[in-house]
């Protein structure tokens, strides 16, 4: 079967970097996603890696290692406003979208 | 501004009364994608358009339907609601099928009663 693993909570501080992992198991690869969710509201589009390595995006970066099955979103100096979830997914050799539970991260003070 | 509007944002229903959901885009965007999301987890491909060509997902029950009558506009007709239906119900678009990323409206939030 298809899947993409996520931690389901992470918790950082306010000016601090965080890392958020996601590894997947796909029948095939065609690029993977992030986006952000707020509670209560749509996913809105971060990024998207379709080779390897590091695509660095203002304060969000996001990296993919496609031997590894593996990528990372990459927060620096974090706002409580980037208390949200945060949701992996991968388009399969059909181009079919595989999302992740996403990862809640909660930002204090 | 508003690219992908969905309406209404919150909608009640009644326990097996049929309910339309509606979307519609101001990018022109070939693909038309319904999601139901449950809290705390993923989204859930329902079906989606690629212009009038429509794809049923194997796992999509028979209660819920769609209609896209123009590019603009894209509907989701759930004919005999259950209480299990209740959940985020998403709509998003996509230029084309392969690298483009999704853009999703607002969502409409729906109770059953």
């Known amino acids: 079967g298809q899947n993409i693993d996520q931690p389901t909570e992470m918790t950082a501080t306010e000016g601090a970097i965080v890392q958020i992992n996601c590894t997947y198991q796909?029948?095939?690869?065609?690029?993977l996603f992030w986006y952000q969710q707020h509670a209560g509201e749509a996913p809105t589009f971060l990024s998207y890696?379709?080779l390897d390595g590091l695509e660095e995006k203002g304060r969000f970066s996001s990296f993919l290692s496609r031997s590894k099955g593996y990528s990372y979103l990459l927060l620096k100096e974090l706002q409580m406003k980037d208390s949200a979830s945060y949701l992996c997914?991968?388009?399969?050799?059909?181009?079919?979208?595989?999302w992740g539970a996403g990862t809640k991260l909660i930002i204090k003070p | 501004d508003a690219m992908v509007i969905q309406n209404p944002r919150y909608q009640v229903t009644q326990f097996g009364k049929p309910v339309t959901l509606s979307c519609s885009q101001t990018?022109?965007?070939?693909?038309m994608y319904w999601y139901q999301q449950k809290s705390s987890q993923a989204p859930k491909l329902l079906f989606h358009?690629?212009?009038?060509?429509?794809?049923n997902e194997a796992d999509t029950p028979d209660n819920f339907q769609s209609r896209r009558p123009n590019t603009s506009f894209c509907f989701l007709d759930i004919r005999s609601p259950g209480l299990g239906d209740a959940a985020m119900y998403l709509c998003?678009?996509?230029?084309?099928?392969?690298?483009?990323?999704?853009?999703f409206g607002d969502g409409t939030r729906l109770s059953i009663l």
């Open positions: 890696n379709v």
């Open positions: 998003a678009t996509s230029r084309d099928q392969e690298n483009q990323p999704q853009h």
């Open positions: 358009y690629y212009d009038k060509d429509f794809n």
């Open positions: 990018l022109n965007h070939n693909v």
């Open positions: 796909t029948s095939g690869f065609n690029g």
């Open positions: 997914a991968v388009k399969d050799s059909n181009y079919q979208l595989i």
